[in-house]
């Protein structure tokens, strides 16, 4: 995943670790971290930090989604995520302490996050 500055398309970072393609990131609210969640092959989080590249946590399996992720949402104090997956199951997750505050479970479709 690379991160641009949109005035000079200059490539400001690249974060490597996904095993698959990255459906989603988004920068926290304060800015101090990037996260990105991964699609089929990879159902993984990452959550970045922007100014080395270096990946500071990675989530993924049980309890966290088993199947590619298709959408995410940070909530507005920075440490809540909220993910959906192709199966259908929706985690609410701590970053700050790694840990699946809540789940959903939905059935499979394309409009699982609209």
């Not at 988004?26 to 970045?48: I, Q, Y």
């Amino acid at each position: 995943m690379w991160m641009w500055l949109a005035q000079s398309g200059q490539c400001m970072q690249v974060f490597s670790g996904h095993s698959g393609p990255v459906t989603a990131g988004a920068f926290t609210p304060d800015g101090k971290h990037v996260v990105s969640v991964g699609g089929e092959n990879d159902c993984s989080l990452r959550v970045w930090n922007p100014k080395t590249g270096d990946c500071t946590l990675h989530l993924s399996g049980h309890p966290f989604h088993e199947e590619g992720l298709t959408c995410l949402g940070i909530h507005g104090d920075g440490h809540v995520v909220i993910t959906g997956a192709q199966d259908g199951s929706v985690r609410v997750t701590n970053i700050q302490n790694s840990r699946v505050v809540g789940s959903l479970v939905g059935e499979p479709s394309v409009d699982t996050c609209k």
